[in-house]
């Protein structure tokens, strides 16, 4: 019984595929709630590169191409931050450079593209700060410290070493180790002209750094 409601259900989403056809790939909500569809019996429109479903709506493609300008956005930017990148900025960008006629973009597609290069071993990942995401697109070996460090860093830019011991409860030692861990993967960087101790900014987090060619050190006199 239950197969069958499942294979009618299938039949009606591929009718209703063909239909809408043109909103799918169009309009990013639209996107968002035929996904939420084909998850509901388990089917994955982007799995494939051929098959039913891309080859109906393009979507693989689709997914394919944004996958292919978040890679590009990533390299153009990775002299700068490191490699880390915010889901917002991202989207920003990507918005840029497809220009006022391309389909509409969402972040939600941005995190399923980013899904799919994750699963082809990239060394893309998808971090949580904060209310947001931030988007690794190198390599980077990165534990559970790490990220907590990075969504300490979210409210300034910037973290210390004495609120990282402060709000974490975390011995001197542990919190340098991750410092210097992510100095090393040029995911921070040192500013020694802090005043009272040293800073490690994440220029991913901080976003005046975008806007302006400007270096750690000149970056805490933008501050509001």
């Known amino acids: 019984m239950m197969s069958k409601q499942l294979d009618m259900f299938k039949t009606n989403l591929e ?8 909103e799918i790939r169009k ?9 939420d569809m084909c998850a509901t019996i388990g089917v994955d429109p982007l799995a494939s590169g051929k098959g039913f479903w891309s080859e109906m709506l393009g979507v693989g493609d689709f997914y394919y191409e944004l996958g292919v300008q978040i890679i590009e956005v990533c390299l153009a930017l990775k002299h700068r931050n490191g490699g880390l990148i915010t889901l917002e900025e991202l989207h920003q960008q990507v918005l ?26 990239t060394g893309f990942g998808i971090i949580p700060v904060g209310g ?3 988007i690794q697109s190198v390599p980077a ?3 559970m410290d790490h990220t907590v460090v990075l969504q300490l860093a979210e409210k300034n830019g910037y973290v210390t070493v004495s609120e990282i011991k402060a709000s974490l409860k975390w011995e001197t030692e542990r919190a340098r180790q991750v410092l210097e861990h992510l100095l090393k993967e040029g995911l ?14 994440l220029p991913a987090l901080f ?10 050190e000149e970056a805490r006199e933008a501050l509001p």
Do not use: M
């Open 27 to 35: 309009n990013p909500e639209f996107r968002v709630q035929f996904q």
């Open 96 to 121: 840029k450079g497809r220009g006022k006629f391309a389909q509409d973009v969402s972040q939600d597609d941005l995190i399923r593209a980013i899904k799919k290069l994750k699963a082809l071993g």
């Open 188 to 201: 921070a960087w040192l500013d020694l002209q802090a005043p009272g101790e040293a800073h490690y900014w």
């Open 207 to 216: 976003t005046d750094l975008y806007s302006q060619e400007i270096t750690a």
């Open 132 to 134: 947001t995401y931030l």
């Open 15 to 22: 009718e209703f595929a063909s239909k809408h056809k043109q």
């Open 141 to 143: 070996e990165l534990n």
